[in-house]
């Protein structure tokens, strides 16, 4: 598999401090997409960070919506501003764009499609946390609107170990090319 980067970016979403706290031990997750921005930012491939993040108060989260609603008045009590903060290990430069959804997927509620064609970007390569969440939604979702798709497996992380293996190893090779953040990396 060759990489053309001229139409290349690095999707990193969700990566935020308040949601890899949610995992018993993101360390190895973070060391391995901190590798992968470093390859990105060497290549001059645009990095994209995506941040899930609601109004004060959580407006925009519906009772009809089973996923958030049942984090709702957790949400509306939140300092978002503080929620929305990207690991540390991870943070983006100052020229790098962050995008704010409102949902799951990074494409909904959020102006990343505005993004990647003012860049020009055909090939996403994606990493975040829930495997079984905005990296499920997101590929779907990409995949649907015809972007090239690499899914780092190493670079995404699930709450449940065995959702995650199953994502990467069967489901994912659909509609996406597989690697880990060492194989993308030789590319």
Same mark, same amino acid.
Request: aromatic share 6%; net charge negative; glycine share 4%.
């Given at each position: 598999?060759?990489?053309?980067?001229?139409?290349?970016?690095?999707?990193?979403?969700?990566?935020?401090?308040?949601?890899?706290?949610?995992?018993?031990?993101?360390?190895?997750?973070?060391?391995?997409?901190?590798?992968?921005?470093?390859?990105?930012?060497?290549?001059?491939?645009?990095?994209?960070?995506?941040?899930?993040?609601?109004?004060?108060?959580?407006?925009?989260?519906?009772?009809?919506?089973?996923?958030?609603?049942?984090?709702?008045?957790?949400?509306?009590?939140?300092?978002?501003?503080?929620?929305?903060?990207?690991?540390?290990?991870?943070?983006?430069?100052?020229?790098?764009?962050?995008?704010?959804?409102?949902?799951?997927?990074?494409? @909904?509620?959020?102006?990343?499609?505005?993004? +990647? *064609?003012?860049?020009?970007? /055909?090939?996403?390569? %994606? #990493?975040?946390? $829930? @495997?079984?969440?905005?990296?499920?939604?997101? +590929? *779907?979702?990409?995949?649907? /609107?015809?972007?090239? %798709? #690499?899914?780092? $497996?190493?670079?995404?992380?699930?709450?449940?170990?065995?959702?995650?293996?199953?994502?990467?190893?069967?489901?994912?090779?659909?509609? $996406?090319?597989?690697?880990?953040?060492?194989?993308?990396?030789?590319?």
């Amino acid at each position: 598999m060759e990489q053309n980067t001229k139409n290349t970016a690095l999707l990193v979403m969700d990566m935020q401090t308040g949601v890899l706290g949610m995992l018993p031990d993101a360390s190895l997750m973070i060391a391995n997409t901190a590798r992968a921005i470093a390859n990105a930012r060497d290549k001059k491939i645009p990095v994209i960070y995506v941040t899930l993040s609601f109004r004060q108060g959580a407006p925009e989260i519906s009772m009809n919506n089973k996923s958030f609603s049942q984090y709702r008045e957790r949400f509306a009590a939140m300092d978002m501003a503080e929620f929305m903060k990207v690991h540390p290990d991870l943070a983006p430069q100052a020229e790098e764009v962050t995008i704010v959804k409102r949902r799951v997927s990074a494409f @909904t509620g959020s102006d990343l499609e505005v993004v +990647l *064609r003012a860049l020009e970007i /055909k090939h996403l390569v %994606l #990493t975040g946390i $829930a @495997t079984s969440g905005v990296v499920l939604s997101t +590929l *779907r979702e990409a995949a649907d /609107k015809d972007y090239r %798709l #690499t899914l780092l $497996a190493d670079c995404c992380a699930d709450g449940d170990e065995e959702v995650h293996r199953m994502l990467t190893t069967k489901v994912f090779s659909r509609q $996406a090319d597989v690697l880990t953040v060492e194989e993308w990396c030789k590319l």
